[in-house]
């Protein structure tokens, strides 16, 4: 055999050789990313895996992880409590008998979907919608921050409201995870109308929060202001005299001329049981600003002149003191008549 007939036999043996290779090789790679593509766990699975690490976080009362699961978004502005306060929540009303169920993602080729979740908040029976997203299309799918919020009402405003031990501001709007709340005043003269701590369970709660009033201290200090300042009241002997007592006429209806500064005003003892029970009410937009009932009457006297003559005229019904205002908030606690 010639030797340009053995060089073609080898060359054409080592081109066969080669696109054997190469065809081994495109297999080895196309199998490689086949295996790879569908090695990692299914949106579906994925889905699941999110609620179910979220809720045994809660579960377990494990703060942090349930915080670090399901974290706030920029455009939610809320404040958060402390990992103390809220694992005290959880610890008061814990998380139990949790169900998920499948995820219903949407289309052939989803980016999207949400999971229903059952469970269980200190034994009160509830259920969530967790949505879960895919939206960059990378197979790593999130949960959408989905958090409970609530607002301190305007009714508590001034009065040191604290939930779980964490004073919070005014009408502040406060993150709130699953559990039991106990909310309180720092106030020295307030208390709540009810010790029921607010359970929350779902991410959009309905909260109902009680009423501020004065506590036994606050009573007796009102019911005191209003004493010196009725008492203050009386004393004057002018005609006009202050607390809502309106001015005594310089003259009477039978020609009687008063004489100014020598007015006597008592106050009988159905007028001083009324403050002495008054039951004040906060103000709805100012609850540190109490108002209490209609004082009642008095017995109002003075010494008058006609034609020469010197009396002592007596005011029929006596006139009366209005409705008394204190400022709970100002030490001095000053009190108005309206």
Same mark, same amino acid.
């Given at each position: 055999?010639?030797? /340009? ?305 010197? /009396? ?7 006139? /009366? ?18």
């Amino acid at each position: 055999m010639s030797t /340009g007939k053995i060089i073609a036999l080898v060359g054409g043996g080592l081109l066969v050789l080669i696109a054997v290779l190469v065809v081994i090789a495109l297999v080895i790679v196309f199998a490689v990313r086949a295996v790879s593509a569908g090695s990692g766990p299914t949106a579906e699975e994925q889905a699941t895996s999110l609620v179910t690490d979220y809720m045994s976080a809660l579960e377990g009362g494990e703060v942090a992880t349930a915080l670090e699961l399901m974290p706030m978004s920029s455009s939610q502005d809320a404040t958060e409590l402390s990992e103390e306060a809220y694992a005290a929540a959880l610890e008061a009303a814990p998380v139990a008998d949790i169900t998920v169920h499948e995820p219903v993602l949407d289309g052939e080729d989803p980016m999207d979907g949400s999971v229903t979740v059952d469970y269980t908040v200190g034994g009160e029976a509830t259920s969530a919608e967790f949505s879960v997203a895919d939206y960059d299309q990378d197979e790593t799918w999130e949960l959408v921050p989905s958090i409970a919020t609530a607002t301190l009402p305007a009714t508590l405003n001034g009065l040191g409201v604290t939930l779980n031990g964490v004073e919070l501001e005014d009408e502040a709007r406060i993150r709130l995870l699953p559990g039991a709340y106990q909310a309180a005043l720092s106030s020295s003269y307030f208390t709540l109308s009810s010790e029921d701590p607010l359970l929350i369970t779902s991410s959009v709660p309905e909260v109902t929060w009680p009423e501020p009033m004065l506590n036994d201290d606050g009573l007796t200090a009102f019911r005191g202001a209003v004493q010196e300042a009725a008492e203050l009241c009386l004393a004057q002997k002018t005609l006009e005299a202050g607390c809502g007592i309106g001015t005594l006429p310089s003259t009477s209806s039978d020609g009687w001329t008063m004489t100014d500064g020598t007015v006597e005003r008592t106050m009988p003892e159905d007028t001083q049981r009324a403050i002495d029970t008054m039951e004040p009410t906060p103000s709805g937009d100012e609850p540190t600003y109490v108002q209490g009932d209609v004082v009642g009457s008095i017995d109002t006297t003075m010494e008058c002149t006609k034609d020469g003559q010197t /009396g002592i005229c007596e005011m029929w019904l006596g006139g /009366g003191m209005s409705i008394p205002n204190v400022d709970m908030a100002d030490p001095e606690l000053p009190v108005t008549w309206s």
